[in-house]
């Protein structure tokens, strides 16, 4: 049954945290479905989607994803959010400082409540925003250097580096000894 997680076949929590509006429900759109809707309403309820990707060495790692209707917010719901979760992926908006601020606040709170051995990636999104960029690309990777975290910016509205986000993530995966 290739639905039972092995050495080969790898299945992780993904939780996806961040200010309202720095465009993580379009990242997670634009990874599984492919599309982007600029014109969609903030995510109604929490949502649930998976996929699967296949390395070169032949793993597959199904990604189960949760994305929230701001639940995080609310910081005494939070653990319930990323309990469990092996992957955490912060993400900020290039154009707002205070999402930056925000993710490294995420970062800190994750260090310290995740699940131990998390995966942590740090996200710098809308990057096709570049005349409105307040944020520098340097910021981003001294922040996740310190922090021993993967770093990346993409963008959900062009697909920038939006799969490669989910490759890198998947690489660097604890593999079950078989
Ligand atoms: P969330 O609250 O973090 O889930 O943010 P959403 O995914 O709902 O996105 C918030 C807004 O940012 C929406 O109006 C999106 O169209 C827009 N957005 C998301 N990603 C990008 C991006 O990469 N580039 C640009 N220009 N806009 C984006
Ligand atoms: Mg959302």
């Given at each position: 049954n290739?639905e039972?997680?092995?050495a080969k076949?790898l299945?992780?929590?993904?939780v996806?945290?961040?200010?309202?509006?720095?465009?993580?429900?379009c990242?997670?759109?634009?990874?599984?479905?492919?599309?982007?809707?600029p014109?969609s309403?903030?995510t109604v309820g929490?949502?649930f989607?998976?996929?699967t990707?296949?390395?070169?060495?032949?793993?597959?790692?199904?990604?189960?994803?949760?994305?929230t209707?701001?639940?995080e917010?609310?910081?005494?719901l939070a653990?319930?959010?990323?309990?469990g979760?092996g992957v955490a992926?912060i993400?900020y908006?290039i154009?707002?400082?205070?999402s930056?601020a925000k993710?490294?606040?995420?970062?800190?709170?994750?260090q310290?409540?995740?699940s131990p051995?998390?995966?942590m990636a740090l996200?710098?999104?809308?990057a096709?925003?570049q005349?409105?960029?307040e944020v520098q690309?340097?910021d981003?990777?001294?922040c996740?250097e310190?922090?021993?975290?993967?770093?990346?910016?993409?963008s959900?509205?062009?697909a920038d580096?939006i799969?490669?986000?989910?490759?890198?993530?998947a690489?660097?995966?604890?593999?079950?000894?078989?």
């Open positions: 290739s039972v997680p092995d076949n299945r992780v929590k993904l996806l945290l961040g200010d309202s509006g720095v465009g993580k429900s990242i997670v759109l634009r990874f599984v479905r492919g599309q982007f809707d014109t309403k903030v929490a949502s989607l998976s996929q990707i296949a390395l070169q060495d032949s793993t597959t790692v199904k990604f189960e994803i949760w994305d209707a701001g639940q917010r609310y910081a005494a653990p319930l959010y990323y309990r979760a992926v993400v908006d154009t707002s400082p205070e930056f993710a490294q606040y995420w970062v800190k709170e994750l310290k409540h995740g051995g998390i995966v996200v710098g999104n809308k096709d925003l005349e409105k960029r690309v340097q981003g990777i001294d996740a310190k922090n021993g975290m993967f770093f990346i910016e993409t959900a509205k062009t580096n799969n490669q986000l989910f490759e890198e993530i690489k660097r995966l604890p593999r079950p000894s078989s």
